[in-house]
């Protein structure tokens, strides 16, 4: 796995972007970045297991390198599945694309991949019973959130599953201060250096745009999920389950 060094440099005020640079050192950005990212994963493979139906489709929304689409593929247990792995960023998808050809786990199930390079805004989803958007939604326009829920819902069967993972920021200021102290100190501890940290958070502003647990469960609440509950928290990220 290659080091994420990306921030060791000055890229003065040039804004985040997923270009090859970063899809070159992606995992190990992810492992050393997200607190509880292993756990997402492991857990999408869980959920697959127990929630996709045959015949139906899922969607991995923002697959970057196409970890949730291996877990994906690793965890359905039903014929005759489909999954759409989509992404905006053509260094993203070329990479996913080899990473899942390389996947030799599988004993039997070969799930059928689609790879969608594009915004996540313009796909149609049909018959779906798992969607996952794995830290993707913190990435799109806060405007056009709930739109894009809405239709994910609406392509969804029913007993479908939505998985919703978001850095998130809290409604009381001392928490908020708390939880970024503690996730810098976990990036610390991961070898990231107090200047990459400032730089990669100042790249991030106004790019990655995070909300609370309760305005997401609001509007998933509003997109017509019947019920959603956080399963996993770690710092100022959280994953959420939603179900149709
Ligand atoms: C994982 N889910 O490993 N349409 C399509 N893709 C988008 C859009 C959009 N509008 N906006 C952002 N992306 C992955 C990790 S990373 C999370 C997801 C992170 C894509 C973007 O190109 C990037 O690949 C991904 O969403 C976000 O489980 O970097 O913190």
Redesign the pocket.
């Known amino acids: 796995m290659s080091e994420d060094t990306i921030y060791k440099a000055d890229r003065g005020s040039e804004p985040f972007r ?1 270009d090859d640079k970063v899809a070159q050192v992606f995992p190990d950005m ?1 492992r050393r970045s ?1 607190p509880g990212y292993a756990a997402s ?1 492991e857990a999408i493979g869980s959920l697959a297991a127990r929630y996709v139906r045959a015949g139906t489709n899922c969607y991995d929304l ?4 196409g ?2 689409t291996l877990a994906m593929r690793q965890g359905i247990s039903e014929p005759g599945c489909r999954i759409v792995a ?4 053509p260094a ?1 998808i070329e990479r996913c694309k080899q990473v899942v050809a390389k996947d030799t786990f599988l004993p039997g199930l070969m799930t059928d991949v689609d790879f969608v390079l594009g ?3 313009d796909v149609e989803f049909v018959n779906a019973s798992m969607v996952v958007l ?3 939604l913190q ?2 326009d806060l405007a056009d959130r709930g739109a894009l829920l809405r239709r994910i819902r609406e392509g969804m069967n029913e007993g479908g599953i939505l998985v919703l993972s978001e850095k998130v920021v809290d409604e009381n200021a001392h928490m908020e201060q708390l939880l970024v102290d503690l996730h810098h100190e976990h990036k610390r501890r991961h070898d990231y250096s107090e200047l990459e940290i400032s730089r990669k958070r100042a790249a991030l502003e106004n790019v990655l745009i995070p909300e609370t647990v309760a305005a997401h469960r609001a509007r998933l609440q509003a997109a017509g999920f019947s019920h959603s509950a956080v399963w996993l928290r770690y710092f100022n990220f959280v994953s959420i389950i939603a179900m149709r």
């Open positions: 997923f992810l997200i994963i923002g697959c970057s390198l970890a949730a989509v992404d905006l960023a993203m915004d996540i805004r794995n830290y993707t990435f799109v």
